[in-house]
C-alpha cells in the first residue's frame, strides 16, 4: 500500500536514510499521523539492506517541542493495516530500540518532553552547544512518568541527576547534556553536520554481516 508521507522526509544517500520531521510551523511538535508515519519510515528500512544508519532529526528551528495536542486524534485509516508497532509514542520508541540499524538523534533549537524521549531512544544523540533539553516536571504531571524519559534518563544521566532533570525540572543545553552523558556529543552550530555526517558514515561503511547458510 502506497502511503503519502506528509510530516516526514525522507533523503538517502550512501547508506543513510535520513528522516526528518517536517512540521516547521508548528516547531515540529507530533501529531498521530507524525508517529505513524515515523514507524512506518522506520519498518520499512528495517529490511532493506540499502540503508545501514538511520538519522532522526527536525525541519526548520528545532528537533521536537513535543506533542501538537490539537493532532493526537485518531490513526489516520491508512496505517491501521499496514503498522507493526502500536502508533503512538511507547510503539515508536520500541521500534526505535528494536532497529537492527544504527540510529542518529540530531539535536538543534530544542527538544522537550516525548520529542526529548524520541531522541533518548535513538542510539546515539548528536546535539548543537546551543540546543535546549528539558522534561516537564513529573511531580507537576504525574502522567509523564509513564514515558520514555523516566526510562531513558536514570540509565544515560545516572538516578541522582536524572531525579534532578525529570523531578526539578533542570534544563540541560546541549553542551551541558553532553557533559552529562545525556548525548553523544555536542557540536558548534557550523560544525554540526560535519559532526553528523562523519558519525553517519562511520557504519554505513563496515560491510554487512553475511548471510547465514
Not at 34 to 52: F, I, N, Y
Request: aromatic content about 4%; charged content about 20%.
Amino acid at each position: 500500500m502506497q502511503i503519502d508521507y506528509r510530516e516526514v522526509l525522507h533523503q538517502q544517500s550512501d547508506g543513510v536514510l535520513t528522516l526528518s520531521l517536517n512540521r516547521p510551523e508548528k516547531r515540529n511538535a507530533m501529531t498521530t499521523r507524525t508517529v505513524a508515519e515515523l514507524l512506518h519510515a522506520l519498518e520499512q528500512c528495517a529490511g532493506d539492506a540499502s540503508v545501514r544508519v538511520v538519522v532522526l532529526r527536525g525541519a526548520g528551528k528545532g528537533f521536537c517541542p513535543g506533542d501538537d495536542l490539537n493532532g493526537m486524534g485518531e490513526l489516520p485509516s491508512e496505517f491501521s493495516s499496514v503498522l507493526d508497532h502500536a502508533a503512538n509514542h511507547a510503539g515508536l520508541q520500541s521500534c526505535l530500540r528494536e532497529l537492527p540499524k544504527p540510529t542518529i538523534a540530531v539535536i538543534h533549537g530544542y527538544a522537550f518532553g516525548v520529542g526529548l524521549d524520541l531522541a533518548m531512544a535513538c542510539d546515539f544523540r548528536i546535539a548543537e552547544e546551543s540546543a535546549q533539553l528539558h522534561n516537564q516536571r513529573v511531580l507537576e504531571r504525574g502522567m509523564h512518568a509513564l514515558t520514555g524519559c523516566a526510562w531513558f534518563q536514570p540509565r544515560a544521566l545516572g538516578v541522582t541527576r536524572a531525579m534532578e532533570f525529570l523531578i526539578l525540572g533542570k534544563p540541560y543545553n546541549g553542551r551541558e547534556a553532553a557533559d552529562a552523558g545525556m548525548v553523544t556529543c555536542a557540536a558548534t552550530a557550523d560544525a554540526l553536520e560535519d559532526t553528523v555526517n562523519d558519525m553517519a558514515h562511520r557504519p554505513s561503511q563496515v560491510p554487512p554481516p553475511r548471510p547465514s547458510d
